[in-house]
């Protein structure tokens, strides 16, 4: 047998991670998304705004879908979205007790990634 022909198990806490955070970041894609529709429908707020926050979520949700293909390029990529998230969260003013819960979430994302990151190609 190949070293190429085996796979590594994810094992639960990633894959339990995984499904969640993609799960909610979805969530957040909908939710922008008709955030977005109603500001256009209503002339309201700065629609360009609630479209770049979809725009961000879509690229959050690829790079779940690589993070899950075990391809480093893609928890660098999710590294990038989670940064200009956690900066333009703090900007726009997410509580501070939902800003620690994303922060504790994403450090167990982290943390399950590191223990299996020799089997990221």
Known sequence: MSVHTVRAQRGVPLTV???LLTLAQ???VVFGFMTWQSNVAHNQGNPALSLAGVLLG???LVAFVGVWLWRKAAVYLLAAVVLVGLVTDAIFGLSSIALLIRLALLGALAWCIKQKWASFR
């Open 17 to 19: 991670m995984l499904v």
């Open 26 to 28: 979805l969530w957040v």
């Open 58 to 60: 879509i690229v959050g």
